[in-house]
């Protein structure tokens, strides 16, 4: 039978470390947690306020870097492309400043700038009628251009058409002109079914092309290291479309901002850029949106021209960020 004085003595001890713990805890100990937290509150403050202004001065370094570089732009493309005859198309992916920024530094370099071309979704549609009509107006298109089918697997023959009413050449760099009465007629078939919108009449015939696009948006929006198939595919079909174009016109250049990681999107920029596929010999820049990248656009072109190509911009995959010309 436990004792008596053992619960006393027991009860004695609790209670002396009760009044120990709240000694100390109001005491010394109390201090130095509490000089210990405010040291760390006071130690994040001044880590915050060095990474604000780390990112302000970042911010005003970058704002910097581009006024000069859209100061110096005229200066760097002036008269590059002088006397020449360049077509912009546009991709339903593209934003409309970055069309009209690229026209605008085109025509600083001394090109002569047709009227835009836009392709519409419908070119890219996988539903069964769009697919038909898209058939049935390239064979009616070619017909009218006067020019044999020669599409290469993964492409269509609306992209042939295409190509031959843009450069109005009837095959690669040295085909046969096509009469501006036929380019008129195919224009009009492709206009007429949805497949592009533009001017009334076909775009004057163009030595240089640029092909300005964006990510293709994946069908879900949750995050994904694994791209897409649906977008994929809509980009390998601008890819195929802007190889064509290359095959007929002296310089073709395809100019799209990268897709981000981890959402599944596709960028026709990283295709073409893959090796192996339909663009092979297409140049690609891949900052569109900014003066540095509207450079590297028109001195892309001088280089397709003078018969070289590269990919170039800020993405890991570019040669460098801009041409370096002869």
């Known amino acids: 039978m436990i004792d008596f ?56 370094q970058l704002e910097g870097h581009d006024a000069y570089d859209e100061q110096t732009l005229p200066t760097v493309v002036g008269d590059r492309l002088a006397d020449r005859d360049v077509t912009v198309v546009a991709l339903p992916q593209a934003p409309d400043e970055d069309v009209e920024g690229v026209r605008e530094t085109l025509e600083t370099a001394g090109a002569t700038v047709a009227d835009t071309v836009e392709v519409s979704e419908a070119w890219a549609s996988t539903a069964d009628d769009a697919t038909t009509t898209r058939s049935d107006v390239g064979d009616t298109a070619l017909d009218q251009l006067g020019v044999d089918s020669a599409v290469p697997d993964g492409a269509q023959r609306i992209d042939q058409a295409l190509a031959v009413v843009l450069t109005g050449r009837s095959a690669a760099q040295d ?23 533009g001017p009334d009449e076909a775009p004057a015939a163009a030595d240089l092309v640029v092909v300005l696009g964006g990510p293709v948006a994946a069908e879900t929006t949750e995050e994904t290291d694994t791209v897409d198939r649906a977008a994929e595919r809509e980009a390998n079909i ?89």
């Open 238 to 326: 601008w890819v195929a479309l802007t190889h064509l174009i290359e095959t007929h016109a002296d310089g073709t250049v395809l100019a799209s901002a990268d897709a981000e990681a981890d959402t599944g999107d596709a960028s026709p920029l990283t295709v073409a850029r893959t090796q192996g596929n339909l663009a092979e010999g297409v140049s690609t820049v891949d900052v569109p949106s900014i003066p540095m990248g509207r450079a590297a656009i028109v001195l892309a072109l001088v280089q397709q021209d003078e018969g070289g190509s590269g990919h170039y911009g800020l993405g890991q995959s570019a040669d460098g960020p801009v041409p370096v010309l002869q």
């Open 5 to 60: 004085r053992y619960h006393l003595v027991s009860l004695a001890a609790v209670l002396i470390a009760l009044s120990i713990g709240i000694v100390l805890g109001a005491g010394p100990l109390n201090d130095n947690i509490g000089s210990t937290l405010s040291g760390e509150v006071t130690k994040l403050r001044k880590e915050k306020e060095a990474l604000r202004q780390q990112a302000n001065e970042q911010r005003r």
């Open 175 to 197: 085909g046969d002109a096509v009469p501006q009465a036929r380019r008129e007629q195919a224009w009009t078939s492709l206009h007429d079914e949805g497949l592009v919108d």
